[in-house]
């Protein structure tokens, strides 16, 4: 059965509205180390990205509860906004790390909830068999803007002063709203029920920590992302070592190519004949063994290989955890679900940020590359030892 039209006009909107994503975010963290020299700040940056992400729990209800349309409208032009005053900072000569943190601040807010409500919208829009498939096709999408964006975004931020690339990151907003606006279901997807009846706001962290299966997922994904907090902030000084920004897009555009190859091509067709399980543990096993390797060669433009290969794990993973989330819980509670997922598991980023961009002044990439490695290794062994993830199939 083919995806339907709607899907794509979801999948085309992300694909745009990652876009300005990583334009953005890649051009103020090389403006930020640059200006600033100091670890610090570009870890304070990264913290003012993932902050408002403590707080998504409290918006899940009130996204399974209305237009899942009309929210992601509204997210994407708050964004928009958001651009639109950075803009105009820069442009005025402000360049204060602090206000840019501020502004980043305020942006996230409105973008913390797009990838919950996209989330929640999927199901809608596909059947369970298509779950899989239309997950993957999602995360493509978002990866195959980073290829485009993080590939020349060395080159770019080389060529032009920050303010030019947030030009083109209000249009991909701007262009995102457009897209979601043209899309058919622009109805409530629920009728508010009586007080009594209504779930508590503390609902998705139930629905999580009541199955076992989800609660390995979101607490494996919030120890993951507290280093990825790090990686970032690694992979920008590591190519800050090599005094080049041409270096950082091309760590970030091959790391962006090995996921999609890992989402598109290892994950549907070498492991083909896993369960969605099985993948989920060789994606964990694999990206460790990578990125430990990729410890041997920090300081050197031969890093950007076993990153890659990582990468190509990481991909496989990005297909193995949602669809089993979106078959779990019940799609009225879905926006729930993943928006006490996505704080716990987002919300740890500025904790990691701020720790990382203290500790990166004393800890040599290697042995942060080294330890990253050695803990998914350990995710892969726990999600292998639950034979309910182990042998999930959908």
């Not at 975004?153 to 043209?182: D, E, Y």
């Not at 190519?257 to 989402?263: E, K």
Request: aromatic share 14%.
């Amino acid at each position: 059965m083919k995806l339907g039209s709607e899907f794509f006009k979801l999948v085309t909107g992300r694909l745009v509205s990652n876009f300005g994503d990583s334009l953005y975010s890649i051009s103020l963290s090389w403006f930020i180390i640059r200006s600033t020299q100091d670890s610090f700040w570009l870890g304070f940056l990264n913290a003012a990205v993932f902050a408002p992400n403590l707080f998504a729990f409290i918006f899940g209800r009130f996204i399974d509860l209305h237009s899942k349309k009309r929210i992601l409208i509204f997210l994407e032009f708050g964004q928009f906004l958001g651009m639109v005053v950075l803009l105009v900072s820069l442009m005025l000569g402000f360049f204060n790390p602090l206000w840019i943190s501020t502004i980043v601040f305020f942006s996230a807010i409105f973008s913390m909830n797009t990838y919950t409500t996209q989330d929640a919208f999927l199901p809608s829009l596909v059947t369970s068999s298509q779950l899989e498939k239309a997950q993957s096709i999602m995360s493509s999408s978002y990866r195959a803007a980073d290829i485009l964006f993080n590939a020349l975004s060395g080159f770019l931020a080389s060529a032009f002063q920050a303010w030019h690339l947030l030009i083109v990151s209000a249009a991909a907003f701007a262009g995102s709203t457009g897209i979601f606006a043209s899309m058919n279901n622009g109805a409530s997807s629920r009728v508010e029920p009586p007080a009594a009846d209504r779930p508590k706001v503390w609902f998705g962290f139930t629905l999580i920590f009541r199955d076992s299966k989800l609660t390995i997922l979101t607490f494996s994904g919030l120890i993951a992302n507290f280093l990825f907090a790090g990686s970032n902030i690694y992979v920008v000084l590591i190519a800050d070592k090599l005094n080049t920004a041409i270096a950082l897009g091309l760590f970030l555009g091959s790391a962006a190519i090995g996921s999609l190859i890992g989402t598109l091509y290892v994950s549907q067709t070498v492991l083909q004949h896993f369960g969605i399980g099985g993948k989920l543990v060789v994606g964990q096993l694999g990206f460790g063994l990578f990125t430990m390797i990729s410890a041997l060669c920090t300081n050197s433009i031969l890093f950007i290989i076993p990153f890659t290969l990582a990468a190509v794990f990481l991909g496989v993973t990005f297909v193995s955890q949602n669809p089993i989330i979106q078959n779990e819980v019940a799609s009225d509670s879905l926006g729930q679900a993943f928006s006490a997922k996505y704080t716990l598991e987002v919300g740890i980023m500025p904790i990691g940020s701020l720790f990382f961009g203290e500790i990166a002044k004393h800890m040599t990439s290697a042995l942060f590359f080294l330890i990253f490695g050695l803990a998914y290794l350990g995710l892969g062994a726990v999600t292998y030892l639950n034979k309910g993830l182990r042998q999930y199939r959908i």
